[in-house]
């Protein structure tokens, strides 16, 4: 499949993807916005019966007050036949019924029993006098309310304290919170116009609340002695986002689809890569092996044919030509099974005690030659006084031969090349650095550098020849001895690699 395509599909899923959590969270957003509107209009319509319930007690309170002065004889007796009668008046609310009885004084004519025989001259009367009965009845109530109105009128004069009762406020509260199906915990406070508290619950803090509502307690009161009910709630948002707890796992279960669709198309991508860098090794690598090969037969023919002299600096000759190319077989032998090295998760390791100043001087000694061919020198300095580390003699000595022979292939042509080795000690580690002074690595190729196939491009350089395995042939080693190693490099000043194993 072409790249072109696999972007193509992976663009089309992520944007489907964005579209379905962009849908999902638009959805959450306008149940939050419903669902905090209904909230908000649940409680200014609690709050508003809590107010009217508390005028309805002030109410009932002074209806009573008065007919206990009526009680005590305020209106004085009538002398004609009064009957005690018990009356009822009730004030409903959304919050209950509120009930108050007193004891009426209605006027009643007398019952009169009449004869057959006047009955029915006596009949008008009789209509006449419960007439006067209603009236009298009618305008003792209606002085009755007329006294309850003026002392509700100047009602606004006494203490806040006398007017509410606290319990009962948070008890009309709590009811009408339940009525509403807000069965929510909640924090209240009575402050006047000059938002002085009269009362706050022990745990109300201003500071702290938010999304305060509010309602004027006796609104028809003059507006300097206005009150304010306060009331918050500290769990308004859980219950708020509990409404929209039914969706989080399908958000949830989306983007954890989208995390593995990326994922998915990253290692695509990656194994194409490498699929890529595969076909360019094994294409390398045929080349390569075609020279030794060539090389090899025409010696072989050369042998065979009778009319060449057999000379013995001919036989030199060509025995040495077969002994070169066969290292060369040999070595990139030796590259293949390096590939399938990385195939395998850890490395066979033939562990032991190794002095690392010992491995390091050997492989320096091997090196001084060819970097004096360049007319460089070597440097060599072995600080390290706990130097004995676990390591795989063959591996470790093949870590440092490849990490000095690219300080040798990458060496500028204008600067005599410098390459440093030295071991020193810092905690209970040892440190090998291998340095150099050639090219360098630039910055944004220096993170790549350790990884399989990856070749840093040369410019119009052609003499500098590799398949892009040893720096990930060492990343790999350092990595099965416990070690770390990190490469540090600067253009046209030099490169430097230093690894990090635990010492004994």
């Keep these: 499949m072409r790249k072109s395509t696999i972007w193509l599909i992976a663009f089309a899923m992520i944007f489907a993807f964005a579209g379905l959590i962009y849908v999902q969270f638009t959805y959450i957003q306008i149940i ?19 107010s009217r319930d508390l005028e309805l007690d002030e109410a009932g309170q002074y209806l009573e007050d008065q007919l206990l002065h009526l009680d005590n004889g305020k209106y004085g007796k009538k002398n004609s036949s009064i009957i005690s ?23 009643i004519t007398p019952t009169l029993t009449l004869s057959p025989i006047y009955a029915k001259s006596g009949l008008a009367d009789k209509s006449q006098d419960i007439q006067s009965a209603m009236q009298e009845t009618y305008f003792y109530y209606k002085s009755l309310l007329n006294e309850v109105i003026r002392s509700l009128t100047n009602a606004h004069l006494r203490p806040i304290e006398e007017r509410i009762d606290i319990k009962k406020l948070d008890a009309y509260l709590k009811s009408e919170l339940i009525n509403s199906g807000l069965e929510l915990p909640y924090y209240f406070a009575v402050m006047d116009k000059d938002k002085n508290y009269i009362h706050k619950s022990p745990e109300y803090n201003e500071n702290e609340a938010k999304n305060i509502y509010t309602q004027i307690l006796f609104p028809k009161d003059t507006p300097v002695k206005l009150y304010t009910l306060q009331v918050y709630f500290p769990s308004q948002k859980e219950y708020l986002f509990s409404s929209i707890a039914f969706i989080a796992p399908s958000i949830g279960f989306s983007v954890i689809l989208l995390f593995v669709f990326i994922l998915t198309i990253y290692i695509v991508f990656r194994q194409k890569h490498l699929s890529e860098m595969k076909n360019d090794f094994v294409n390398n690598m045929t080349h390569e092996l075609k020279t030794p090969v060539s090389t090899i037969s025409l010696a072989a023919q050369m042998l065979k044919d009778s009319n060449l002299s057999k000379s013995p600096q001919m036989f030199g000759h060509i025995s040495g030509v077969i002994q070169d190319e066969t290292k060369r077989l040999s070595f990139l032998v030796e590259k293949v099974l390096q590939v399938s090295l990385f195939d395998s998760k850890k490395t066979a390791l033939k562990l032991k005690e190794i002095d690392v100043n010992d491995i390091l001087a050997n492989v320096a000694h091997t090196f001084v030659i060819r970097v004096e061919k ?14 004995t580390v676990y390591v795989d003699e063959m591996h470790f000595t093949n870590v440092l031969f490849n990490l000095m022979e690219n300080a040798v292939k990458y060496r500028r042509e204008d600067v005599p090349l410098l390459l440093i080795a030295k071991t020193y000690n810092e905690g209970d580690k040892v440190h090998i650095c291998i340095q150099d002074n050639g090219t360098g690595i630039k910055k944004e190729n220096l993170k790549k550098i350790f990884d399989r196939f990856y ?3 040369t410019g119009n350089r052609h003499d500098v020849k590799g398949f892009g395995l040893g720096l990930a042939y060492v990343k790999k080693i350092i990595g099965d001895l416990n070690g770390a190693i990190k490469a540090e490099s600067e253009i046209n000043v030099g490169t430097k690699f230093i690894i990090t194993l635990p010492f004994i």
């Design 374 to 387: 360049y007319g460089g020198r070597l440097e060599v300095d072995l600080n390290a006084l706990d130097s």
């Design 85 to 107: 009668q018990k009356q009822q008046i009730q004030f409903s609310g959304t919050g209950g019924i509120n009930k108050i009885e007193f004891n009426s004084i209605t006027q």
């Design 32 to 50: 939050l916005d419903s669902r905090k509107v209904e909230f908000n209009e649940a409680i200014k319509r609690t709050l508003y019966q809590v």
């Design 455 to 457: 070749r840093v491009h």
